[in-house]
């Protein structure tokens, strides 16, 4: 993932920065590392399911169980992300990215608001740049099979004599 942000922006946040009063957890971040936990229990749990199918079928309470004991880390400080997991209600495509900037602020390679500023570049990209690009296909697919439009004839002018000689008069 490309974690650039241009002199612009950088300059828009500091000015945004400026003006609210937000606080910065940039330092609590890089003390906790939880990218490389999150990231390892959400691999393990996903292995776990695909191993644990039948389990998770016919008991779910005790395959619930088990998973948290699988993910211990991610149950207890990302619950919505651990249930969402089991719902299979999770984009990972999302989730890594998202892990990607977290793993750059732990590195020291942005701070939490340029962090946050990569967070809605990936949102915008996942989700606006590909409705547009949904919404252009959609806009090619019809103009390539809209039916061809109607040749027209071109007019002949003719007076009201020659018009009553073709027996077109009452």
């Known amino acids: 993932m490309?974690?650039?942000i241009s002199p612009q922006e950088r300059l828009d946040l500091k000015r945004l920065l400026?003006?609210?009063n937000c606080e910065d957890n940039t330092k609590h971040i890089r003390e906790v590392k939880h990218s490389t936990k999150i990231q390892r229990d959400v691999m393990e749990l996903v292995q776990f399911q695909r191993k644990q199918?039948?389990?998770?079928?016919?008991?779910?309470?005790?395959?619930?169980?088990?998973?948290?004991?699988?993910?211990?880390f991610l149950y207890v400080n990302?619950?919505?992300i651990f249930k969402r997991i089991l719902r299979n209600e999770i984009n990972y495509e999302i989730l890594g990215k998202v892990l990607d900037v977290l793993k750059a602020v732990e590195d020291e390679k942005v701070d939490q608001h340029e962090g946050s500023?990569?967070?809605?570049?990936?949102?915008k990209e996942m989700y606006l740049d590909s409705?547009?690009?949904?919404?252009?296909n959609l806009d090619k697919k019809y103009q390539e099979t809209?039916?061809?439009k109607p040749v027209s004839?071109?007019?002949?002018?003719?007076?009201w004599k020659d018009y009553k000689n073709q027996g077109n008069s009452r």
Do not use: C, W
Request: proline letters at 8%.
């Open 146 to 148: 809209a039916p061809p």
């Open 53 to 72: 199918r039948k389990m998770a079928e016919e008991t779910p309470e005790i395959f619930e169980l088990e998973a948290q004991a699988v993910a211990s």
């Open 153 to 159: 004839v071109p007019e002949k002018l003719i007076s």
């Open 18 to 20: 400026n003006t609210t």
């Open 117 to 123: 500023v990569l967070v809605g570049k990936v949102l």
């Open 78 to 80: 990302y619950t919505d």
């Open 131 to 136: 409705a547009v690009r949904h919404g252009n």
């Open 2 to 4: 490309d974690l650039y």
